[in-house]
């Protein structure tokens, strides 16, 4: 046992949420335990249990940190697969745009969007651009997720892209949230540029150079109508793993264009947005084993269709959700994507918190027990200001996330990052 200096117990709580305890889809069910103990050992679960026993083993008074969750429910820390955290500048007034009724094409034809982004993006220092991702990771943080994946794609071109994975890089450094990276210089096509021009500059420079690098683990493309076609996005993707990266697509978020068939065919760990996949879709990807991402904030912040969750767990498919923070979706809170998956896309709480955990997990390569609270995961939880898990969908006033721990030290209590 250890002398208690790098030991954490979390004790009494009314119930902890271990994680699934059978089945992926609408089968899935939790594994809980009431009147429950946590204990980690160098930031690393050890033992889950009922509390009287494992407090006899685990005195709280000789650990290093003890945590008295009488009352509260421990839950896993959440996993956000799926970001773009690290860019510059502000788009808020296109927010109040879409509220008159002009659609995201046509901001987007009139130089903003995206490629608003990309020129702020470009004109940041590396030391603003980590500012940036830190200051949002500290919100995260707070309000529970713990790993989190960030993409790049506000470069669109070889430099900025690297810089923005190099501000990811340094921000895991930095910061207690784990950070994935995902290379996406075929977010958007630049301006006065050609789709086709611009995916041979994406195959030819950028991804050599993102290789080399060093940072990216996956590779995620745009296959949407008016970017990156079906066949560009595969040639991407395919130029991707051949460097190493596991490919990712965003599919059907504005139209059915076939991305979500592409995603199955190349083995993407994940396919996300998928507001307009069919049956045959949804049959793909669990054929495939490529995790659905459902992204409710992005069709809250565009008063668009939700996809369609039912479908994909009905399948029996690992249903992953994430917030898609970004400056066109500005939301940093799982929890608030668990009240929507709930509430606009009839999910259980349990299913919103297994795809906030767990199965978000899967969606970024991590099977590792990342999104559990199993012996052996890394000693990533929460413990809420309610008794029960429900309370993280089902109270979205105020957060119900109280104290954070990473790694099975506290870094977050109350809504502020400890220093």
Do not use: W
């Amino acid at each position: 046992m250890s002398d208690g200096r790098e030991t954490l117990v979390v004790h009494d709580a009314a119930e902890l949420v271990v994680g699934p305890a059978e089945g992926d889809g609408s089968d899935a069910v939790l594994e809980t335990v009431e009147d429950a103990a946590l204990v980690a050992v160098g930031g690393e679960v050890v033992a889950v249990g009922p509390s009287d026993e494992l407090t006899r083993e685990y005195p709280p008074e000789n650990a290093g940190e003890a945590i008295d969750a009488s009352g509260k429910a421990v839950v896993p820390g959440f996993v956000d697969p799926h970001t773009h955290a690290v860019f510059a500048g502000d788009r808020s007034d296109e927010f109040e745009a879409k509220l008159r009724g002009k659609a995201y094409q046509e901001i987007l034809a009139e130089g903003g969007g995206i490629l608003r982004t990309v020129r702020a993006t470009r004109e940041a220092s590396d030391d603003e651009l980590l500012e940036q991702l830190l200051a949002h990771l500290d919100v995260m943080l707070a309000r529970g997720s713990t790993t989190v994946e960030v993409k790049s794609g506000y470069g669109l071109e070889a430099e900025t892209e690297r810089r923005m994975l190099e501000a990811i890089s340094r921000a895991d450094e930095a910061h207690p949230v784990d950070l994935v990276a995902t290379f996406m210089g075929a977010h958007a096509v630049p301006e006065g540029r050609d789709a086709e021009a611009y995916v041979e500059e994406v195959i030819d420079e950028q991804l050599p150079a993102v290789a080399d690098q060093g940072v990216a683990e996956f590779c995620d493309v745009f296959c949407e109508e008016g970017v990156f076609d079906v066949e560009q996005s595969r040639r991407v993707l395919e130029a991707g793993a051949d460097a190493g990266l596991t490919p990712k697509v965003h599919a059907e978020e504005l139209s059915h264009l076939g991305g979500t068939q592409l995603a199955a065919e190349v083995g993407a760990a994940s396919a996300d947005h998928l507001l307009y996949a069919t049956d045959d879709d949804v049959e793909a990807l669990v054929d495939a084993g490529t995790v659905p991402v459902l992204l409710p904030g992005t069709a809250f912040g565009l008063g668009a269709e939700y996809a369609d969750a039912r479908a994909f767990l009905e399948a029996g498919a690992p249903v992953a959700v994430a917030t898609d923070f970004n400056p066109n979706c500005h939301s940093r809170s799982m929890e608030f994507v668990q009240t929507l998956a709930c509430v606009e896309m009839g999910m259980t709480p349990a299913e919103a918190l297994l795809a906030a955990t767990r199965n978000a997990a899967l969606a970024i390569g991590r099977d590792d027990g990342t999104g559990t609270l199993r012996e052996g995961a890394t000693a990533d939880a929460l413990v809420l200001e309610a008794p029960s898990y429900a309370h993280v969908a089902y109270r979205f006033d105020t957060p119900a996330v109280e104290t954070v721990i990473k790694a099975g030290a506290v870094v977050a209590d109350d809504g502020v990052v400890r220093s």
